[in-house]
């Protein structure tokens, strides 16, 4: 039986990943899981302001976002996953993917002014993101990875 696909949409704040990532996932009709929908959700559900959150916040997002592409993935759905890449935190858990499917990168990159405008045009006071996700900046969470699985750099 042939492996699903994992394909990754990573970028930095305002880099286009989340479009991207939802025209993939309907143009190929794959799941799409985002991490920062799962933090809105589980933000959501506490009632809480980002500030008031536990420090352990972010890991549990992401171990909830990681155990879904897993159930996925282990039951040979072949999924779309988007989020701000963290190589510290990716590459230890992709390792655990590699061997039950195909996985792919898309990273979206933009220039400084681009990626900034973006985020303006979405709202740098948008008091909703700002609740679910603190007040981040265009530099915030993205690290670059230090990739070894297939992948493609779109610039735009």
């Not at 993935?73 to 935190?89: D, M, P, Y």
Request: aromatic share 10%.
């Amino acid at each position: 039986m042939p492996k699903p696909y994992l394909i990754i949409i990573a970028g930095r704040i305002g880099s286009g990943k989340t479009t991207l990532a939802k025209n993939i996932s309907n143009d190929f009709y794959m799941p799409l899981i985002s991490r920062d929908q799962i933090k809105e959700g589980y933000v959501h559900t506490l009632g809480r302001n980002h500030s008031e959150l536990p420090q352990e916040t972010n890991e549990i997002v992401s171990d909830i976002f990681f155990d879904t592409l897993k159930l996925l993935l282990a039951n040979n759905v072949s999924v779309v996953a988007e989020a701000a890449f963290r190589h510290g935190v990716w590459a230890a858990k992709l390792e655990g993917f590699k061997d039950n499917a195909q996985i792919h990168f898309l990273i979206c990159k933009v220039d400084d002014k681009t990626a900034f405008d973006r985020y303006i045009k979405r709202g740098l006071n948008d008091t909703f993101r700002e609740y679910f996700h603190g007040n981040k900046s265009v530099e915030d969470v993205y690290e670059n990875p230090a990739l070894i699985y297939p992948h493609t750099i779109l610039t735009h």
